[in-house]
């Protein structure tokens, strides 16, 4: 495995998942709750824009790989699992809506994988709407860790629109990728 700037950027998200938690699990007299909604909503930023850069850099400087194109959704996924299952338990996200969104980035996996092994990849390939929902997803998710209201912006409603968006979206686009793969997963049993 060549390691290379798209690939180190890759791995420093990984490193930012137990970052971005053990932020909201300090305690007050370490770092008071604010603070913490500040520096692990600033965290997870960081951790989308290197999910974008990586992709980016990997492709403008040639420096694609099949483990990199493995660990790059692994990271996403990873880190968009935590930070749900953080603002579940601070009451920030329902827990259906956390459901919807981790079930489907299972599901999909899952059937790319399989799709995969049967030789059909490309008919479940990313497309736009896969890529409208990580936008809704990497947009609300901050929002949300932060949960404030500053120069009257008030972050957590708007976090919490755009997470019931990125919801739909994660429901048709996991309902897009399954119409996708319906014939190969029908013709096997044929």
Known sequence: MP??????LTWVRIMMIPLVVGIFYLPESVMTQPTQNWIGAWVFIIAAVTDALDGYLARR???TSNFGAFLDPVADKLMVCAALIILVEMGRVGPFIALII???EITI???REWMAQIGARNSVAVNSLGKFKTIAQMTAIPMLLL???WHGIDFALLGTL???????LTVWSMCYYLNKAWPSLKGLDD
Not at 3 to 8: D, E, S
Request: glycine share 4%; hydrophobic share 55%; proline share 4%.
């Open 147 to 149: 949960n404030e209201t």
């Open 61 to 63: 400087w040639n420096q």
């Open 3 to 8: 390691m290379n700037i798209p690939m180190v």
């Open 102 to 104: 981790i079930g489907r």
């Open 109 to 111: 996996s899952a059937l």
């Open 162 to 168: 755009l997470v019931y968006v990125a919801a739909v």
